[in-house]
């Protein structure tokens, strides 16, 4: 029999990164594919050059954490002699496992801070040893009672519990835990949210009104008129915009959320806003950063062009579907420049359209003939 040997690898990546996997030899069955093969990339990544003091302890915290997967995928493959993925870190505890998943949602700002506020939580209330494959039904009926008497919004706890419950079924997935927890316990109800948006007046307003961060401006003002999100905005470079004044204008992107294509007509409004056109590899909206100083600036931009509502940056999203529906584009198209999967996701601007609608008519219930 061959002997066994796992070792950690590095990738570079185009991104500026580099990724971590396992190498093993001889070839291990992939949980995934159930293939053979000698990789497993661990959804962990290094910073080539950090640039700041979190990139740094990012970078000092994984490269560890990566070494200690790699000591127990060698241990437990030695022991089972050369046994299936599936089975490695069966005894993992919960605590393990939660801190993994948390790490690999590092690179996603919005989506790690929700996990690691959901691990803080799933910290407070079991006891740090507990194996994950001891964990029962009652164990996370008991959580979410814990997480229901907490001074948290609804949909603050919905998020939470969710989160949790994700985690659960990825160790099923991996055959770490018996049975899919997930799947039998009810998640905790979300309540309706109000969406604030800018109607298309209050979008010209916002036009004219100063702001003192330029390109955050140009970046709401393109994200209404596209539906674009913050992490596409942001993420879009000179070779994903094709077209002329003739034959109209597109973007062709991958969305950071969904990870799907997409192909986006967009309008010469929206062109002209990206202003003259720069080497392929350029970021079209350079510069724009999301902090609590321009989410401030952001505020007062809006106040300035005397809108009393409470706007961030995704509401200019929400403003595209409400100004779409009520020139009349039909949901299923709306549905599709958002780049929504299900319909269902885009159904909740033609609720906010209809009561629009709704409170318009209500007007000329004072009118007298």
Same mark, same amino acid.
């Given at each position: 029999m061959k002997q066994t040997n796992v070792s950690l690898r590095q990738r570079q990546l185009k991104t500026g990164r580099i990724s971590l996997y396992l190498d093993y030899y001889p070839p291990i069955y992939h949980p995934d594919t159930g293939k053979k093969t000698r990789r497993e990339y661990l959804g962990l990544y290094?910073?080539?050059d950090p640039k700041n003091a979190a990139e740094r302890k990012h970078n000092k915290e994984i490269f560890p954490l990566a070494e200690n997967i790699r000591s127990k995928r060698f241990f437990d493959i030695k022991h089972q002699q050369?046994?299936?993925l599936t089975h490695v870190n069966k005894h993992k505890t919960l605590y393990e496992f939660f801190t993994e998943l948390v790490k690999k949602k590092y690179t996603s700002r919005g989506n790690y801070e929700n996990w690691k506020s959901a691990f803080y939580y799933l910290r407070s209330y079991f006891d740090q040893d507990m194996n994950l494959s001891d964990l029962t039904l009652d164990h996370l009926e008991g959580f979410k009672e814990y997480l229901l008497g907490l001074d948290l919004k609804q949909n603050t706890k919905n998020s939470y519990f969710s989160k949790v419950k994700a985690g659960l @079924?990825?160790?099923?997935?991996?055959?770490l835990i018996k049975d899919d927890l997930s799947a039998k316990i009810r998640g905790i109800k979300s309540e309706e949210v109000q969406i604030e948006f800018v109607t298309l007046d209050e979008l010209k307003r916002l036009a004219k009104a100063e702001c003192e961060i330029p390109i955050l401006k140009k970046a709401f003002l393109f994200s209404a008129l596209t539906g674009l999100r913050f992490s596409d905005c942001k993420a879009l470079t000179w070779q994903n915009l094709e077209g002329n004044d003739e034959a109209g204008y597109l973007i062709r992107f991958k969305q950071k959320k969904t990870k799907s294509y997409q192909t986006l007509p967009i309008s010469k409004t929206a062109r002209k806003l990206l202003g003259k056109r720069k080497d392929d590899e350029e970021q079209i909206l350079l510069g724009l950063k999301y902090s609590d100083f321009n989410n401030k600036k952001m505020r007062q931009w809006i @106040?300035?062009?005397g809108i009393n509502k409470r706007i961030t940056f995704h509401c200019a999203r929400h403003s595209f579907a409400t100004i779409q529906l009520t020139l009349g584009t039909d949901i299923y198209t709306v549905?599709?420049?958002l780049g929504h999967k299900n319909i269902k996701n885009t159904q909740v601007y033609a609720k906010v359209v209809d009561d629009l609608k709704i409170k318009a008519m209500d007007k000329l219930n004072d009118v007298d003939l």
């Open positions: 290094l910073y080539i050369y046994g299936l @079924k990825e160790a099923y997935r991996r055959s @106040k300035d062009a549905s599709k420049m």
